[in-house]
């Protein structure tokens, strides 16, 4: 079994800054990609950032130089610093990652179960 588990997200004013983590952990040979996911209601799911196990990221075009994507392959986490959030950021944020419970299986995707973001004055 793979778990993750994200922090708790939060109310945010317009403007401001909040910091995501997620940590893996059960059955993992190894991780490759990691990333973040969101959702906002009544849209379909969308990519945020992704970086991959050499350390090259990936950005959605609304999040490019507001949001950070790192992380931690020691400790199986990935962050995402989320600054000069904006009323349209508001989504639940899912933890994505790519990884291999044994040396010679495929890379399957896992999901943490998500956690929701307000930017609202």
């Known amino acids: 079994q793979v778990q993750l588990v994200e922090s708790k997200g939060g109310l945010v004013q317009p403007g401001g800054s909040l910091r995501l983590s997620c940590a893996a952990s059960?059955?993992?040979?190894?991780?490759?990609?990691m990333g973040w996911y969101r959702q906002a209601p009544r849209k379909q799911r969308e990519l945020v950032a992704t970086i991959t196990s050499d350390g090259s990221t990936n950005y959605a075009d609304s999040v490019k130089g507001r949001f950070s994507i790192s992380r931690d392959s020691a400790k199986k986490m990935v962050y995402l610093q989320m600054n000069s959030l904006k009323p349209e950021d508001t989504a639940v944020y899912y933890c994505?990652?790519?990884?291999?419970?044994?040396?010679?299986?495929?890379?399957?995707?896992?999901w943490g179960q998500g956690t929701q973001v307000t930017v609202s004055s």
């Open positions: 059960g059955s993992i040979f190894s991780i490759s990609t």
């Open positions: 994505n990652i790519q990884a291999k419970r044994r040396y010679y299986t495929d890379d399957s995707d896992y």
